[in-house]
């Protein structure tokens, strides 16, 4: 995979991203994002809801995400 490293701009670390030792940049956690693509592909397709999908993503990776924030993902990527 191509290594998308992401400058830090807000406080809030995003989903599928952790802080690196410089603290400015972010780097991706490839296994988490596989999954949010996943669940984000059984969401617009009408497979799930969007409160089961992060029950899901909480399930899978250990790490929370709220139904709004995911919506805020899905939204973000597929106006």
Do not use: W
């Not at 952790?18 to 059984?42: D, R, T, W």
Request: aromatic share 4%.
């Amino acid at each position: 995979m191509v290594n998308n490293l992401r400058r830090r701009i807000a406080r809030t670390i995003p989903f599928g991203y952790k802080v690196s030792e410089n603290k400015n940049i972010l780097i991706p956690i490839h296994s988490q994002l596989k999954i949010l693509e996943s669940i984000k592909i059984k969401i617009i397709y009408g497979d799930i809801s969007l409160r089961d999908g992060t029950k899901l993503i909480k399930k899978k990776t250990g790490r929370s995400l709220s139904h709004i924030g995911l919506n805020n993902i899905i939204k973000k990527e597929n106006p």
